[in-house]
């Protein structure tokens, strides 16, 4: 049973680029979740998703971030014009459902480089 | 913003018993407490959870406290390789989505 794949696993872009991250859920799981890490910080929530909705995107910039899950393949987040600070590590978990008893698991991530 | 209050750093000896404190006072009676590790800068990697019983399984034993007011993660023969951060989390088990607010977390450092 494969776990939560990201790719791509490494991601440079130029500033004014758009980075596009791709999540592929652990098989059964329709709930994902997406999380940033700055350089040196903490994992801080981004947004949570199911298939076709947005739930909580709480922890989303306001501006050139953007996330989807549709109703077929990965869950993308979208970084437009991206600029030197959005550089970090993005990581997505996926569950089977919402209910806070049950496990999340964590992908290995996507490390952005914006030069 | 997280709920929890950990150590930032502790050390352990190879082999020995790795005991990680974790302190949740205003815990809430549909909140489950949850484990998560970080190793360097890999995925955090899910440990274990309860909502009010101890837990065990093959990575770790989960002790919370009676009045659920704080909890202990044991590593029970810690190795070189559990040199980690330690998130404690409180999640909701509710309809709110059971989104992980992660703290700053413990930062574990085994020594031979």
């Known amino acids: 049973?494969?776990?939560?794949?990201?790719?791509?696993?490494?991601?440079?872009?130029?500033?004014?680029?758009?980075?596009?991250?791709?999540?592929?859920?652990?098989?059964?799981?329709?709930?994902?979740?997406?999380?940033?890490?700055?350089?040196?910080?903490?994992?801080?929530?981004?947004?949570?998703?199911?298939?076709?909705n947005i739930i909580d995107e709480s922890g989303m910039p306001k501006e050139r971030?953007?996330?989807?899950?549709?109703?077929?393949?990965?869950?993308?987040?979208?970084?437009?014009?991206?600029?030197?600070?959005?550089?970090?590590?993005?990581?997505?978990?996926?569950?089977p459902t919402y209910r806070g008893n049950t496990e999340a698991f964590f992908g290995q991530g996507t490390r952005l480089t914006v030069v | 913003d997280a709920k929890t209050t950990q150590p930032p750093s502790m050390?352990?000896?190879?082999?020995?018993?790795?005991?990680?404190?974790?302190?949740?006072?205003?815990?809430?009676?549909?909140?489950?407490?949850?484990?998560y590790r970080q190793i360097h800068s890999q995925g955090p990697q899910y440990i274990i959870h309860g909502l009010k019983n101890n837990e065990t399984n093959e990575m770790a034993s989960l002790i919370i406290t009676e009045d659920r007011k704080s909890s202990t993660l044991i590593l029970p023969h810690a190795t070189l390789r559990d040199t980690a951060v330690y998130y404690c989390i409180v999640r909701s088990r509710g309809d709110q989505g059971g989104k992980l607010i992660f703290g700053q977390g413990t930062e574990l450092s085994v020594k031979p």
């Open chain 1, 65 to 95: 971030f953007s996330a989807e899950f549709p109703k077929e393949g990965p869950s993308i987040l979208r970084i437009q014009q991206v600029v030197r600070g959005d550089s970090a590590a993005y990581f997505c978990a996926s569950s």
């Open chain 2, 11 to 35: 050390d352990c000896a190879e082999g020995r018993a790795a005991n990680l404190p974790c302190n949740h006072s205003t815990i809430s009676g549909n909140e489950y407490v949850y484990w």
């Open chain 1, 1 to 52: 049973n494969a776990g939560v794949m990201q790719n791509p696993r490494h991601l440079v872009r130029r500033r004014g680029q758009e980075a596009r991250l791709r999540c592929s859920p652990m098989k059964g799981h329709s709930h994902v979740y997406w999380y940033r890490q700055l350089p040196e910080e903490g994992l801080k929530f981004m947004v949570y998703l199911q298939k076709e």
